[in-house]
């Protein structure tokens, strides 16, 4: 069975730095994508960056010069450095593993969540 376990998230002030971690574990033969996304309260889950196994990168325009998504392929875990925080940057993150390979299928999987909150 396969799982999501993120950690890293919290309470920080304005201008303060956090760094998310995602780590999949269980059978896992590769992973073609894995990112993260958030969804504030009122408000739909949006993208906020993602890697794929090659290397490409994709962030969401309101976080690019401040987020740093970066991946170990070999321990299958997805990291988020988030540095110069805002307070619209609170809400739920959440891991993705997107095209997950498993010795059973191929499907898309999600973490928990971690809240982040942003005090201004």
């Known amino acids: 069975q396969v799982r999501l376990v993120e950690s890293g998230g919290g309470l920080v002030q304005a201008g303060g730095s956090l760094r998310l971690s995602c780590a999949a574990s269980?059978?896992?033969?590769?992973?073609?994508?894995m990112g993260w996304y958030r969804q504030a309260p009122g408000k739909q889950r949006e993208l906020v960056a993602t890697?794929?196994?090659?290397?490409?990168?994709d962030y969401a325009d309101s976080v690019k010069g401040r987020f740093t998504i970066s991946r170990d392929n070999a321990k299958n875990t997805v990291y988020l450095q988030m540095n110069s925080l805002k307070p619209e940057d609170t809400a739920v993150y959440y891991c993705k593993a997107g095209g997950l390979r498993s010795a059973w299928s191929t499907a898309d999987y999600w973490g928990q969540g971690t809240q982040v909150t942003v005090s201004s």
């Open positions: 269980g059978s896992i033969r590769s992973i073609n994508a």
């Open positions: 890697k794929t196994s090659g290397g490409s990168t």
